[in-house]
């Protein structure tokens, strides 16, 4: 017996199924002292969660880093504890905490959008501060003692940033996109997995399972032959992709760029053991939303050369501006209360407000790139007309550099040949392109079938800025979660765009799968795509096209 999702990271994985465990809930008779005392006993256990977290999060890297830093936020936020005090009269700390996000999560879900995403987050922060109040262990995944498959509803960001892929060898969640953190933690770490398996078995889970991160499909106590032939199958890909040492070209010498996503030094160096051509998305935002005041130009300066240095020489670094606000809110910025935060100030916006933020980074960013062997390209992300592009390009050129500008809004995609009349090259955020093209959030379960990368008139709005770049000659690359699919890499260069930018462990995969194909066959495979009715139907499609096969 099997059932299907939406595959979000390629690979098989197969063993016993684990859940994870149940969360801790304030007792019924927990004793009251005072008002005093509850908010110090919450206030206390949150500053001890969120210790543990930024400590989780010195240690990862990437997305993962990200997502640990912002819940351990949320849980040391005065927000949140001012909540807890307005319910401790009468309640004990562990009782006033639920009380209070029970609240906090009316309020965001009403809110909806990034507001109601962040309900997931909140209620992971519930569950660790009640634990830590009562003396529990934090809920969470457990540690089996044998690779398994982890099944479950939904997960926390910061659990899933805490796994294992050594002990958890592949994921199947009911809720979840292609875009969200799930997917990409899961993705960093290079666990097979697969969301919006809506009927996924969680009360009566099997006792196996294996989950088909290239297909989509979870297979329910599978026997062993096809465990057996799935696992050869897999093998052989990840072999492909294992001995692929770039550079990024199809099987016909096309060239096409593979570059890794990266927003730190240590992270960097990592991802510079793969056969990468440099970074296509120097995410710069971490060194900032932990902080309660601005790096300073010099401060800056350091955190950035590490990243240079990391690179080869004469490779790229593609450096995007602060991408703070929504749902990356920085403290020493604060933009206030928004109706809707991911349609507010964020991005490149935030230098309207607070211009000096851009030019010191711009100062630091320059600085950093004086003696170094990269070659440093930087963009901004949230640009939405043609005159955003024009100052921003202005600011970027006095300081020699290379001025881009993300595709992230519509309007920009349909802009895209005015905005090359100012830029030197753009580059694709599949991930916030995708939800603005379909007005659908994209942490959103419910809707992650719109803001599936592979869903046609998303592909058609990158084939038509794909082509702009070509008719001046200039670099359109993709540097969203659409570019770690393999196969979905290839439709990309059969739209026309010159680099793929991903997560590291994604680089070989990606880099096998584009050179196993032919230009012609990209070229096929993306009109296969295009003119497809949906998501379902162009992935089926394009890997008829690619491998010669419906699935598997």
């Given at each position: ?12 994985g197969a ?54 830093q ?26 006033a ?5 029970d ?15 962040r ?9 660790r ?10 809920p969470?995944?457990?540690v089996?003692d044998?690779?398994?498959?982890l099944?479950a ?10 796994l294992d ?14 875009t ?24 009566d ?7 088909d991160?290239?297909?989509g ?12 032939a ?36 240590p ?14 998305l120097?995410?710069?935002e ?7 005041s ?8 350091e ?20 991408d ?13 209360d ?6 507010g ?80 090259f ?48 200039k ?17 990309l ?60």
């Amino acid at each position: 017996m099997s059932t299907t999702g939406t595959p979000v990271v390629p690979g098989v994985g197969a063993g016993p199924v684990v859940r994870p465990g149940a969360r801790a809930e304030a007792p019924a008779d927990e004793p009251f002292t005072d008002v005093e005392s509850t908010v110090a006993a919450f206030t206390a256990a949150a500053a001890t969660v969120a210790e543990r977290l930024t400590a989780r999060a010195a240690h990862a890297s990437g997305a993962a880093a990200e997502v640990l830093q912002a819940t351990a936020g949320m849980a040391a936020d005065r927000g949140l504890a001012t909540f807890v005090g307005k319910q401790a009269d009468g309640a004990g700390p562990a009782t006033a905490t639920t009380r209070a996000v029970d609240d906090l999560a009316a309020m965001f879900t009403a809110a909806g959008g990034l507001m109601a995403e962040r309900v997931t987050d909140l209620h992971d922060v519930r569950d660790r501060v009640v634990a830590e109040l009562l003396g529990v262990p934090e809920p969470g995944v457990p540690v089996p003692d044998v690779p398994s498959v982890l099944f479950a509803d939904d997960l926390a960001p910061a659990d899933t940033a805490g796994l294992d892929p050594e002990r958890i060898v592949a994921i199947a969640i009911r809720l979840g996109g292609t875009t969200s953190h799930t997917a990409i933690i899961a993705r960093q770490l290079g666990i097979p997995c697969v969301v919006g398996v809506t009927d996924l078995p969680l009360d009566d889970a099997p006792a196996t399972a294996l989950v088909d991160g290239t297909t989509g499909e979870v297979v329910l106590d599978p026997d062993d032959a096809d465990v057996e032939a799935r696992r050869s199958a897999d093998a052989a890909r990840r072999s492909a992709g294992a001995s692929w040492t770039g550079p990024g070209a199809t099987a016909d010498g096309h060239a096409v760029q593979v570059l890794a996503n990266v927003q730190d030094g240590p992270g960097a160096r990592r991802a510079a053991e793969q056969p990468i051509e440099g970074f296509g998305l120097y995410r710069t935002e971490l060194s900032f939303l932990d902080r309660g005041s601005e790096p300073t130009v010099d401060e800056q300066v350091e955190i950035y050369r590490s990243v240079f240095d990391a690179v080869g020489p004469g490779q790229k670094v593609v450096v995007r501006t602060l991408d703070a606000g929504s749902d990356k809110p920085l403290q020493f910025a604060d933009m206030g209360d928004e109706p809707n935060p991911a349609l507010g100030i964020r991005g490149l916006r935030i230098a309207t407000e607070r211009p000096e933020l851009l030019d010191h980074q711009l100062d630091a960013v320059a600085q950093a790139a004086q003696g170094s062997e990269a070659e440093v390209w930087v963009m901004a992300p949230m640009v939405a007309v043609t005159s955003e592009a024009a100052a921003l390009a202005e600011k970027i050129h006095a300081r020699g550099l290379s001025a881009g500008v993300m595709i992230e809004t519509p309007s920009a995609a349909l802009l895209a040949d005015r905005i090359l009349e100012h830029v030197d090259f753009l580059s694709i955020g599949t991930n916030d392109l995708s939800q603005y093209t379909f007005a659908a959030d994209r942490m959103a379960p419910a809707l992650s079938h719109l803001t599936d990368p592979w869903q046609p008139a998303l592909l058609m709005l990158i084939e038509q800025v794909a082509a702009a770049g070509l008719r001046v000659s200039k670099p359109v690359g993709v540097c969203g979660e659409a570019a770690a699919d393999p196969l979905l890499a290839c439709v990309l260069v059969g739209l026309g765009v010159s680099s793929l930018s991903c997560a590291a462990t994604a680089v070989r995969s990606v880099g096998a799968q584009v050179g196993a194909v032919t230009f012609a066959q990209c070229r096929e495979a993306a009109h296969a795509a295009l003119t497809a009715d949906d998501p379902e139907s162009a992935r089926t499609a394009a890997r008829a096209i690619l491998t010669g096969t419906t699935a598997g």
